[in-house]
Every structure is written in C-alpha cells, then in structure tokens.
C-alpha cells in the first residue's frame, strides 16, 4: 500500500492460516481490510465508509496504490489499483498489464472470491448487518461462500424453473378453466342453434305464404270486379226506363212553382212592414218607462231629504244633552287637589333609575366587548393548537409509515401511561423540534434512526416494564433508552463557539434543536450533541485547517460531515467524509411547550369566559329590577298626568260640542220648499207621458193592418201549394225508385273503377313480392310450391297467423348465434391442442425441477447439517445452545428456503431466531463468529476476513470465541483467515500456525523494510531476564 489512508507505504505478508492483525484504535488496521477490499474490485458501499474511491487516497497525496499477490496453482496472480484522486478514477494492472476493471473482477470470480459476501468479507462496519440478513440472504451468501460452485447455480436455476413453472400453471389453469367455460358456453348455444334452424324453416313457409298472399287476393279481386260490371250493366239499363216514365207530372209541378213565387214576394215585403212597426212600438214603450224612472227618483229625492231632515235633528239633541253631562263632570273635577308635586318627584325617581340602568348596560357592554375579545383570542388559540395537532398527526404519519410497530407501541404507550413511574417520552421524532427546517438534515444525520423512532426513559424499570410488554408480549420490533441517571443536557462545550468563527461555524448542534430533559441528556451522553459545531461553505473551503484544530472529533459543513480520529500513539489525523443527506422527519417541526402553554392559554380564555357569563347574570338581574321599579313609576305618572289634564280636556270638549250645535242649528232643511219643487217636476213628466202614449198607439193600428194583409196573401198561396203537393204525391214514389237506381249505379260505377285499381296494384305488388318484371308470367317452380299452399285468403291467412306464431316462440335468436357457435367450436379445438402444448411444457418444467431438486437440495442438506453439527459444537463448548437448519415455509418456494439460526444464552429462555432486535450486540456478535467459524473447515474460498466482531462481547464469550476461532482456523484443511482486534484478553491460548500482525503508526516507526523482528525478540528476551 501507498498514500493510501493512514499509510505513506507498506508491505504485509500475512500467513496462510489464521492472521490475527492486531493494534490500536486509529492505526490503520482497517486500512488493510479496506485495502484487501478495493484492491480485489470491491464496491465502496460493502465499506460503510466513503462513498468515493478517491477518499481512501492519503490527505494531500494525488494519488495512491494497492498491490495484492494472490496464490494460484499453475502461477500467482499480481492485481494493483492506481487511484487518482483529482478525477476519482483507477488504473488497473493485472500480472503487470494495464486491464479493465471487468477483467479484474472476472479473475477475482474465478479464484472464487466474493467481498461483497458477509459470510466471507464482514469488515468493521458491517458487522451489525449481519444479523439483519434474512434467512434467504444468509443462505444464498452460505451457498456461494461454502457450497460447491455449481450449488448456487442449481439453485438460481431451480427459482428459475419455479417461476417458470407457476407462470405455465397459470397458464394452464386458466386455459382449462377458459377451454370448459367456452364448452359450457357452446354446450349452452347449441339448443340455440337447433332452435334458430327449426325457426328458420317456419320463417321460409312464411316467406312463401306472404309471396302467395297477393297472388290470391289479387285473383279474389278480379273475380269481384267481373261480377260488379255484370251488376252495373243492369242498372243503367233500369235506370233509363225509370227516366222515361216521369217526364209529364215534373211539367205540371213546374208550372205552378212559376205562379208561387209573385206572391211570395208580397208576403215578403209585408213581414218586414210589420217588423219595423214592432220595433217604433218597443220603441215608444221605453221612452213611457223611462218617463216613470224619472217620476219615481223625484219621489225618492223627496223622502231622502224628509230622512236627513229628521237625523239632523236627532243630532242637535244628542249634542245638547252632551254638553250637559260634560259641564257636570267639570263641576265635580274642579273639587279635585293639585297632583303637580307627586308629578315632580316621580320625574326625580325615574331619572335616578335611568342614571343606573345606563350605568349597568355600560358595564354590560364593556363585559361584551371583553367576552368578545377573549372568544376571539380563544379561536386563535385553537386554530393554532389544531395547526400543531396537524402536524404532530403527519410526523406521526410518516412514522407508521416506516415503523408500524413502534407506532402501535406508541398508542399503547398513550392509553397506558399512569402505568409508569416516571417520565416516559415518546419516539424522539415526534418530541425534536427543530428550531429552523434548514436546520432539520444535521440533527436528522447525526442521530440514527434506531433512536429516532426510540422511547425515552427517565428510569430503568420503567423501561424493562415496557418492553416486556411491547416486545415480549406483543412481539414488536420497538427499541427504547434509558436517560443518564446525572443530566447532561447541560453540559457545556469544549470550546466557545465563537472562538471557532473564524471557520464560519455558526452554531452547536444542541442549539439548533429543542427536546425534553431526558431526551436531551440522552443525547449530550450519547452523541456529544452539545461538543458538535455546524459550519457554512468557509468551514468546507477551509476544511484542512479545521480538521487540525484539537478537540474536534465530529463536524458538518453546508453538504458534508466530517469525522476526525487521532492516533493515540502518534497523534496522526484521519478523517471520514459522508454526504449530508436532505431531512425526511424532522422538518415537520412542534414546540411540546408552546403546545402546552397554548392549553394552559385556551383553559384560561375558559375560565375567564364562565366568570364573565356570571357576571353578565348578575347585572341583568339588576336591570330586570330597575326595569320593574321604572315601570310601576311611569305608570303612577301617566295616571297624574291623565287626572292633571282632564279638566282642560273636558272644557275643550263643551267648546267643541257647542260649536258644533250652533252649525247643526243654522243648516235646517226646509221641507215645504222641497215638497212644492217636487209636485212641480212630477206634473212636467206626467204630460211629457202623455205625447209618448199617444204615439205608441198610431203604431200598434198600422202593425194590425200588416197583419190583415199578409194573412189573405197566404191564403192564396195556400191553394198554389195543395196542388203542387198533390202532383208531388202522384210522383215521390216514381222518384224514389229512380233515385235508388241514380245511387246504385253510381255506386256500382265507383267501385268498378276501384277493383280495377286494386287489381292493377295487386297485381303489381305480387310480381314485385315475387321479384317478377310486369309482363314475365309466374315461374315453374313458385307454380308447384302455391300449389302445395292453400288457395282461399282465409286459409292462407289462418295458416300464416300458425307459422308467425311459432316462430315468434324462438325468441332472441339470429344468425349471429350461429356464426358464434361455429366460431367457438374451432375456438375450441385451437384451444384443446394449445393446452396440450401447455401441459406438455409443465410436465418438462415439473421433471426438470425434479431433477435439479435431486441436484440441490440432498447436496444443501448435507451442506447445513454440517454446519450444524459445528455450530451446535460450538455453542455447547461455551454452555450455550445453538442451532442451524434449512427453512422453508412450502417445500416447493424454492425462492423462500433460508438457513435459520436459532441460539439461546440463558438456561431459562428457549431458542430464539438471531434477529437484530432479540439478541443483545454482543449475543449477536457471538452468534455472527461462531456462524463463521462453522463455515471455517467447510470453506471454498481462499480466505476470509473478519473485522473487530470481538467488541461486543463480554470478557468470558470473547475468550471462549478466541479459542474457537485459534482451533478452527490453524487447521490444516482450512483457508486463510483474517481476524482483526485493536486488543486482546491476558493469557489466551495461542498456535503455532498463528501470525500475529502488530500495527503501529506514528511519526518514530522504523520504516517497513528496517524492521528486525529476530533483534526485536531477543532484546525483549533480555529485558525480561534482567528482571
């Protein structure tokens, strides 16, 4: 290695068993493993540490190497990655020649090396991963490190075949069960179709039916028209004879006509003579009654005025005897005191009333103004303690979201919370309150989110009652912090954030959040959020000078964090960068105490509220008792004024009234005057009635003599009439029968012309029906089959009414049915030779799974049982129990088959499955390298490498796992095995087989190739004997 990490150039020659690479935090022991990784064309990501490659090049070098010497039969193989930093790009080399990273990994395959496989490569920041690995991953990762090479690609090719196999099921299924619903369905259709041939023979009768149809009522009308011509010739011969014999008595009838119409004239002319002297006569008698009219409304004038004489006297007494009585009661109110005083004072009481009703309504109006005030201060209050709740319900969203099960211990939490003795704080997500959202990304990548979504508590016990419940009894994965018993949310920081300025830090991380007291002291103890400065640009642009400033283990710039380690032997700085991912939880931000101070706020606003309505109470009591006593005063008031002002009512009232009688005396009517008016205007109308009769009666003598004369014309006429009558007589009957005959013949002639219409049309439309041209006879064929066919309209009729009646039984039947039903039948065979194919093809897939099931899983069995057997060995060294097996929920989910591990550490408990929330780190630790160590004998690939899976683990384990991994990996039949700790325990046992590699740094070392190791011993040998 050169300029890479924390090494200027060195060489490692480890040994081929078990390598124990051995020194302290910050020496670069995992500069190795990162070295081993990359230089084998590992990805950054399997790492954990930066994401670029160019990281891993010493600070201030532009570029570094890697060179790795691997053993193979028949020649090593020497690959060495030249990275550059400026470009973040790599030169590799492989026996010395320049080659393509694809080439380098195609040759790292083949040696059968994977360092992307936890069961192989496990560096440091990947140990907790492993016990979050599924039990497929652990079983594919299983199969490629210590299966056979082909055991894993059975395996991939039986997942293969499976899909395949439940995709031609389908498949198969779903054609079978189509192929029986199109049989059923066609099975259904072909009594259809049976129907829809038995209707169409009863629809082709019909057809033939209503093609005769008109042949034969085309025939029935031309027999009909014969027999009405025969007809009609009879009668116009009748007729002529008829005409012949009543030609002499018509002459005579006509004469006498000729002598009636003179005197008709005159009878005329005296009817309308009459008529105008009926209506002088009607005339004459209107103008007599509306001559009396008018006599009797002069009489009705006279006895109106007679009446109103008399009510107008009637009156002048009333008011006389009125004003009597209204000068007695003036006479008895002047004895009466004076109530003007009583008056007064009543004034001064009502006026001290209305001083304090005004003073109650303005202190009620100032209780409205305040109750108004405090209401809307109250719905200010409440929005903006919905607007918080809002937002707590999203966070809390958002954790179900990625975390059901903590969020189901959180409801339980909440329904149960007098169960705890102390504070109990709810996931760190929802109590964080970040002071500004840009703020949000720094808290969010500093803190993990297994404590984000962690419960907080203030005493242990607390803690172990509830997880009892949460993850014992309810089997959630929750996790949960106890807080440090001494506060620590206080702690000041190591240097005035002002004295860093200068870098363009600008605030601790602590300062830039709000939390509980326990949260915060959990998270000064446990990441020193109080001794973490956060910076801007400047800080990045100065990076290389900020990292050289004591004190300074982690820090954030605008986009970046910053990790700095010191070697504590050399003081050397290394330094971890990562990208400042953008917030995904905390920028949704709820100040718990501007929370609770908002209800204490909104309790308050309540409170003050219930005293104002009892004192609004209070004062409306009053105002209704004000209101009585003003009442009971204005009416003692009204009832003074009234007695004060009746005196001057009741002299205004006799002024009035006499004034009154002196007008009603001076209007008297005079009747004698009226009543010699009267007698005057009668006597003009009477003579005027006179003139009108006289007149009336010279038309009424006229209108007699019309009369007389009209009545001698008639009777002449009545002569004329007897003989014309009589000559009428002699000829009605001859008449008569000549009029029948005119009738019939016209009848006979009209429906002559009809039938030989209708025939024409008949005709035509049965040659059209027929598809015939006008002048081509009926063919041979439609000749024989009319034949076959009744021949009257009746029976044709009666016979088409059966045959439409039968076919309209076949309902919702048409061509289409059968067009159908034969399409589906070669539907149906297409479909039967394509489910034949299908079921062939699935009973191949069904073999080949057969076969390489055979191939696979008696070899994998084998394979975990072995494992098994060690591990179980390995865990009953250490008086624990352990155990491996082969799981699978269906035999046939070949995609679902894990290898599940299942341990117990304590005599009392049963065996667990290892997940990452069960076990303890350590117990997990235990479990990962004693899983490892089981691989160990069984192991294909050429080595393996362990980075510090030791650090968990409680002095007694790491011994027993130490001794272990010392006989399992010094074994002649295993590969080579990298174990890397930066310490290890007094008086362990070591083998021969072992290289220990001390890593040292600092700026005093020897160089690599100046180091004697034989000079190194001996002196150390010497020292010991002095001693």
């Not at 560096?123 to 907790?128: F, L, T």
């Not at 405090?374 to 607007?387: G, N, T, V």
């Not at 600092?1002 to 034989?1014: A, F, R, S, V």
Request: net charge positive.
């Amino acid at each position: 290695m050169k300029n890479f990490l924390t090494y200027d150039y060195s060489e490692v020659y480890p040994g081929p068993n078990l390598n124990m690479i051995v020194g302290a935090n910050g020496t670069g022991k995992s500069s190795i493993v990162c070295a081993i990784c990359l230089g084998l064309a590992g990805k950054t990501a399997i790492l954990g540490r930066g994401d670029k490659v160019g990281l891993y090049v010493k600070r201030g070098c532009p570029k570094g190497f890697i060179e790795i010497e691997l053993y193979k039969s028949g020649g090593n193989v020497v690959i060495r990655r030249e990275i550059h930093v400026e470009n973040n790009q790599s030169l590799w080399t492989l026996n010395g020649k320049i080659c393509s990273q694809k080439i380098v990994e195609e040759q790292v395959k083949s040696l059968r090396i994977q360092v992307s496989n936890l069961c192989q490569f496990l560096p440091q920041e990947k140990v907790g991963e492993f016990a979050k690995m599924s039990n497929t991953e652990i079983l594919e990762a299983t199969e490629k490190s210590v299966g056979p090479p082909e055991m894993y690609e059975y395996h991939c090719e039986l997942k293969n075949f499976r899909s395949k196999e439940r995709e031609l099921e389908n498949v198969v299924k779903e054609k079978a069960s189509f192929l029986e619903k199109t049989k059923q369905r066609n099975e259904r259709n072909k009594h259809d179709v049976n129907r829809y041939y038995e209707k169409k023979r009863h629809l082709d009768v019909i057809e033939l039916l209503e093609k005769k149809k008109p042949w034969v009522e085309y025939e029935t009308t031309r027999k009909e028209l014969e027999g009405v011509k025969k007809e009609r010739d009879d009668a116009k011969r009748q007729l002529s004879a008829l005409k012949h014999s009543q030609t002499p008595m018509l002459r005579k009838i006509q004469q006498i006509e000729d002598q009636l119409k003179p005197t008709e004239g005159k009878i005329k002319a005296k009817t309308t003579a009459i008529k105008e002297a009926t209506l002088k006569c009607k005339q004459k008698q209107d103008q007599l009654d509306r001559k009396q009219k008018e006599i009797d409304d002069i009489k009705q004038m006279l006895r109106l005025k007679q009446n109103e004489e008399e009510d107008h006297q009637k009156r002048i007494s009333n008011t006389r005897r009125t004003i009597e009585d209204l000068k007695t009661e003036l006479a008895k109110v002047g004895d009466q005191p004076d109530v003007t005083p009583r008056i007064n004072a009543v004034n001064v009481e009502l006026r001290r009333i209305q001083v304090e009703k005004a003073k109650i309504e303005g202190e009620k109006t100032d209780l409205r103004r305040e109750k108004d005030s405090i209401i809307a201060e109250s719905k200010m209050l409440e929005k903006k303690l919905r607007d918080m709740n809002n937002l707590m319900n999203a966070k809390e969203d958002k954790l179900r979201g990625r975390h059901r099960d903590t969020h189901t211990a959180l409801m339980w939490l909440r329904n149960n919370k007098h169960l705890f003795k102390g504070n109990v704080h709810e996931p760190m997500m929802l109590v964080i309150s970040v002071r500004d959202n840009h703020f949000a990304k720094y808290v969010e990548n500093h803190i993990p989110f297994h404590d984000l979504r962690a419960f907080v508590f203030q005493r242990k016990d607390d803690m172990e009652k509830f997880m009892m419940e949460v993850r014992d009894r309810q089997n959630l994965k929750v996790n949960s912090i106890s807080a440090p018993e001494e506060s620590c949310s206080k702690r000041l920081p190591s240097r005035n954030i002002e004295s860093l300025s200068r870098f363009g830090f600008f605030s601790y991380l602590r300062e830039m959040f709000d939390a509980p007291e326990e949260v915060m002291s959990y998270l000064c103890h446990q990441y020193r959020v109080h001794d973490v400065p956060v910076g801007n640009d400047q800080t990045k642009a100065m990076i290389k000078t900020v990292i050289e400033e004591p004190y300074l283990k982690v820090l954030y710039t605008t986009q970046e964090r910053y990790t700095v380690k010191r070697s504590f032997y050399s003081n050397k700085i290394s330094t971890s960068n990562s990208a400042v991912h953008q917030s995904q939880y905390l920028t949704i931000t709820v100040d718990a105490e501007e929370k609770r101070h908002l209800e204490q706020q909104i309790k308050a606003c309540e409170s003050k509220l219930t005293d104002i309505n009892e004192r609004m109470k209070a004062l409306q009591k009053d105002g209704s008792s004000l209101d009585r006593s003003e009442n009971e005063f204005l009416a003692e008031k009204k009832k003074l004024s009234e007695l004060k002002g009746k005196k001057r009512q009741l002299e205004q009232k006799i002024s009035t009234k006499q004034d009154s009688l002196r007008q009603m005396e001076h209007n008297v009517i005079d009747l004698k005057k009226v009543e010699e008016e009267t007698k005057e205007k009668v006597a003009a109308a009477n003579v005027q009635k006179v003139t009108i009769v006289a007149a009336f009666m010279a038309q009424m003598k006229l209108r007699a003599t019309l009369t007389m004369e009209k009545v001698h014309l008639a009777l002449e006429t009545v002569g004329f009439t007897a003989e014309k009558t009589k000559l009428e007589n002699d000829c009605r009957e001859g008449a008569s029968e000549l009029k029948t005959m005119e009738q019939k013949f016209a009848r006979l002639e009209q429906r002559k012309i009809q039938l030989t219409e209708q025939c024409k049309t008949m005709l035509k439309k049965a040659k059209s029906i027929c598809r015939m041209q006008l002048d081509e006879p009926l063919p041979e064929d439609l000749r024989n089959a009319f034949m076959k066919l009744p021949d009257s309209l009746e029976e044709v009729d009666t016979m088409l009414n059966e045959e439409r009646s039968r076919a309209e039984c076949f309902t919702g039947l048409s061509e289409n049915v059968v067009e159908e039903y034969n399409r589906r039948e070669q539907e149906i065979k297409h479909l039967e030779k394509e489910l034949e194919e299908k079921t062939a093809a699935l009973n191949v897939y069904r073999q080949n799974i057969s076969e390489a099931k055979e191939r696979w899983l008696n070899p994998l069995k084998q394979l975990v049982e072995q494992i098994n057997g060690k591990f179980s060995e390995f865990f009953r060294s250490m008086q624990c129990a352990g155990e491996v097996d082969l799981h699978s929920e269906t035999e046939e989910e070949y995609d679902k088959y894990g290898i599940r591990i299942r341990v117990k550490f304590h005599s009392n408990t049963q065996l667990h499955e290892l997940t990452p929330h069960h076990q303890s780190g350590g117990e997990r630790s235990v479990s990962t390298m004693l899983y490892l160590m089981a691989l160990q004998e069984l192991n294909r690939c050429p080595f393996r490498v362990v980075d510090e899976i030791n650090q968990g683990m409680d002095p007694i384990n790491e011994r027993r796992v130490f001794d272990i991994v010392v006989r399992t990996a010094c074994k002649k039949a295993t590969s080579q095995y990298f174990f890397i700790t930066p310490k290890l325990l007094q008086n362990l046992q070591y083998a021969e087989e072992m290289t220990v590699l001390c890593v040292h740094n600092g700026p005093y070392m020897l160089p690599p190739n100046e180091w004697d190791t034989q000079a190194f011993i001996k002196r150390r040998l010497q020292r010991k004997a002095r001693t």
